[in-house]
């Protein structure tokens, strides 16, 4: 995969974590990971949570050699003030990443000099889905949900979500933003339009927010930050592998 093909395009790859966890192939993809990744897989309570963590970062350190010459396991992370995991490896070209992983799905976004996040969430049951949104979501939001039920009241809650989750991580600030003060309208072509609060710094030029259906049962979205005309957004699948 071509770096240059960075400069206009941003890059979103999936990988499906419903398959089997098998010993070797575990062992594989722990070979790729820092003392420190490894250390964490360890730390999980429950197998199909390492299993999930373990594919994304593999897909992360995969997906980064397609476009530098660097194999996998040679991937060295550094972590900002706030927390946001960045390339620390010197000499390669200004990669931007951001990871996310969810019940049978990871993925991660790779672009060129831009801030970028993604998120993604299984479509499924919740607990207290419009405490959540009334709590994170701003007021004309949580009012149209209160008119929803069902299947309509779960793709808005999640595209809401995944949408703040997204902007949130470009930023590498975490959920101590004030998210209320977003408000996004979602046609149904996946391209988004936000609008920020008066009193918050962000304005809505200098973003770039998309949603994703991967699959079915999953709804993404990623966020850019990018003040110039809208990147070309290039979807594509993998097998998490060396």
């Not at 790729?32 to 197998?47: I, V």
């Not at 004309?140 to 979500?161: A, I, V």
């Not at 933003?177 to 609008?195: E, H, L, M």
Request: net charge positive; with cysteine; hydrophobic share 40%.
């Amino acid at each position: 995969m071509a770096v240059e093909n960075l400069k206009d395009e941003v890059h979103i790859w999936f990988a499906a974590t419903d398959t089997p966890i098998d010993t070797a192939w575990t062992g594989t993809l722990l070979s790729m990971l820092s003392s420190e990744e490894k250390a964490r897989f360890e730390r999980f309570a429950l197998p199909q949570d390492a299993h999930r963590y373990l594919q994304a970062h593999a897909l992360l350190r995969t997906t980064l050699s397609r476009y530098h010459d660097i194999p996998p396991s040679e991937w060295c992370f550094r972590l900002t003030p706030l927390g946001r995991p960045e390339i620390a490896n010197g000499g390669g070209p200004p990669l931007r990443f951001n990871l996310t992983h969810t019940e049978g799905l990871v993925g991660c976004v790779v672009s060129l000099k831009s801030d970028c996040g993604i998120d993604a969430e299984r479509v499924c049951e919740r607990a207290y889905v419009m405490k959540i949104a009334q709590r994170m979501f701003n007021t004309r939001d949580h009012r149209e949900m209160l008119q929803l039920t069902g299947e309509s009241l779960l793709r808005r809650f999640y595209s809401e979500w995944t949408l703040r989750e997204a902007f949130v991580k470009a930023k590498g600030v975490g959920l101590r933003y004030p998210t209320r003060k977003i408000a996004f309208s979602t046609p149904d072509n996946g391209s988004v339009q936000a609008k920020f609060d008066h009193t918050v710094s962000d304005r809505a030029a200098e973003w770039h927010f998309r949603l994703l259906r991967p699959t079915p049962g999953h709804i993404a979205a990623i966020a850019l930050r990018q003040s110039h005309a809208e990147p070309k957004i290039v979807q594509r699948w993998t097998q998490v592998s060396l």
